[in-house]
């Protein structure tokens, strides 16, 4: 199955259907379902602005699964700031051309802990 690796805490809200574009500077053709992982990475400033404890983060897991049905192009700042309800992200990403559009996020109980990788990767989850 395919997989993307998200910064937290950015990965933790798509994974609660809090957050349904994930924002990128690279484009995909990928569409259908996608495990979530939550990267090493942090954005303090996100967690601060979302009312996260980061402490209570999970890190280097895969922590859910998602659909992605379309990717929007941002052309202009204006566009991706009229987003801002969706992605959750600040000014400082609006380098970020591509808004995956994501629905039927479900957080798993227990995280898989494995690493991540960069852009879309395949992950085989038999036990």
Known sequence: MKCLSIKQPFAELVAQGRRTIEIRTWNTKFRGEFLIHAS????????KLQNIDPSKLIYGAIIGKAFLYDV???KSVKEFIKDK???LATERYADHK??????????FQ???Y???RL???NVDLKA
């Open 85 to 87: 309800s969706k992605h």
């Open 114 to 116: 494995m690493p991540g």
């Open 98 to 107: 591509y808004g995956f559009m994501i629905k039927d996020a479900v957080k």
């Open 72 to 74: 929007k192009e941002y």
């Open 119 to 121: 852009n879309f990767f």
């Open 40 to 47: 090493q990475k942090i954005d303090r400033e996100i967690c």
């Open 110 to 112: 227990e995280p898989i």
